[in-house]
Structure formats: structure tokens, C-alpha cells
T-cell receptor, first 111, second 114 residues
Framework: QQQVKQSPQSLIVQKGGISIINCAYENTAFDYFPWYQQFPGKGPALLIAIRPDVSEKKEGRFTISFNKSAKQFSLHIMDSQPGDSATYFCAARSGNTPLVFGKGTRLSVIA | GAGVSQSPSNKVTEKGKDVELRCDPISGHTALYWYRQSLGQGLEFLIYFQGNSAPDKSGLPSDRFSAERTGGSVSTLTIQRTQQEDSAVYLC????????????FGPGTRLTVT
């Protein structure tokens, strides 16, 4: 049973465009939803995170939108740049339990 | 300060051999996690250590996998009698205790079983 479903698997976006990655979860006990960015040969690095008491969080060009009733959350990358090309993972956890990850989205930003 | 470090960065071993992978968490981080990352499969939770509590081993895929954490710091993941399906990147992460603290990952160990 996959607790966090992520889509799309891969995404190609033009430089300057908006990249959108979606995740859906099933466990209503989840109370923390981070997004991680991973470059080849590196470990995942925390990008931005949200808790279910807010519907949106913005940090620079990165925004998380959260829909508690639909049990969905998404990452929006505004003004996408070639340097944003990486694999992005959504995740979720409840309290101190281990993070449960989506399967990842490989983003390619082309000039 | 120093981040999470893992060694070796790459390991090639023959099927049937045992391997040990090491993780040095960030100093003071009481929670330590091991994940496995296979191609196209995301990150699979393996085991979780929190302070002096009994570890959460619920993600270990078989009894060939074990892990220990000595002195609440360094952790070793051991895979006995390796199989080709064990080939993956093994990632370690650590964080401070408490729900508001973030999890930091090491660079991983790429294990190849031939």
C-alpha cells in the first residue's frame, strides 16, 4: 500500500515556466508534509515543508499548496531555471514517525 | 557545522558476501534513520533509532538486514549474504528529537551486488 502517491514521474518545463508536482496521501494522521530536492549523487535536501493548519506556504520561487479535505498537496516552482533540474520527493509523517516518501519526480528545465 | 556523513560512498560486493555501511549523524541528533533508494522506487524506510528507545525495525525487508547504533551516535547497517536485489543507494538521515525538527540526509552509499 503506497501511502503517498506522487505525479508526474517526470516533467519537462521551459525555462521561466511553472513546474507543478502533485502528491496525494491517505493517512489523515499525517501532520507534516515536506518536499525534498535531490541532485544526482547527493542525498535529498529539504526544500520546503508545510503543516495542515495552513493552505499555502511560499519560500522564494517555491510554493506548497495544501488541500486537507482532498488529502492532496503540491509543489509549484515559479520561474523555473535549469539549476532546478533535479528529482523532487514529497513526503509525509505523523508525529515522530519516519517520513513516508512519494516515488519522486524527475524535473528537467530546458532553455 | 558538519552534516551527516556516510561511508563508503560506493561499495561493490559479490553475491553472498556480508557488507557493513556506516553513518555518522550530525552531532547531538538523537534520531537516526536508514532508507533504501532503488531506481524509480523512491525512498524506502528501513529502520529508525530514537535515543535509548528500542529501534523501529518495521521497514527491514528481511532478517539478512540489521542495524545498530553505538553510544547514541554512529550507526552501522549490516546486510548479510547479499543478493543482487540489495543493490541500491542506502541513505542515512538524522534529526533532533521533537516533531518540529527537520531531517537531514547524508550523501548515501551506493551498493552494487554482482
Amino acid at each position: 500500500q503506497q501511502q503517498v502517491k506522487q505525479s508526474p514521474q517526470s516533467l519537462i518545463v521551459q525555462k521561466g515556466g511553472i513546474s507543478i508536482i502533485n502528491c496525494a496521501y491517505e493517512n489523515t494522521a499525517f501532520d507534516y508534509f515536506p518536499w525534498y530536492q535531490q541532485f544526482p549523487g547527493k542525498g535529498p535536501a529539504l526544500l520546503i515543508a508545510i503543516r495542515p493548519d495552513v493552505s499555502e506556504k511560499k519560500e522564494g520561487r517555491f510554493t506548497i499548496s495544501f488541500n486537507k479535505s482532498a488529502k492532496q498537496f503540491s509543489l509549484h516552482i515559479m520561474d523555473s531555471q535549469p539549476g532546478d533540474s533535479a528529482t523532487y520527493f514529497c513526503a509525509a509523517r505523523s508525529g515522530n514517525t519516519p517520513l513516508v516518501f512519494g516515488k519522486g519526480t524527475r524535473l528537467s528545465v530546458i532553455a | 557545522g558538519a552534516g551527516v556523513s556516510q561511508s563508503p560512498s560506493n561499495k561493490v560486493t559479490e553475491k553472498g558476501k556480508d557488507v557493513e555501511l556506516r553513518c555518522d549523524p550530525i552531532s547531538g541528533h538523537t534520531a537516526l534513520y536508514w532508507y533504501r533508494q532503488s531506481l524509480g522506487q523512491g525512498l524506502e524506510f528501513l529502520i529508525y533509532f530514537q535515543g535509548n528507545s528500542a529501534p523501529d525495525k518495521s521497514g527491514l525487508p528481511s532478517d539478512r538486514f540489521s542495524a545498530e547504533r553505538t553510544g547514541g551516535s554512529v550507526s552501522t547497517l549490516t546486510i548479510q549474504r547479499t543478493q543482487q536485489e540489495d543493490s541500491a543507494v542506502y541513505l542515512c538521515a538524522s534529526r533532533l528529537a521533537g516533531v518540529n525538527y527537520e531531517q537531514y540526509f547524508g550523501p548515501g552509499t551506493r551498493l552494487t551486488v554482482t
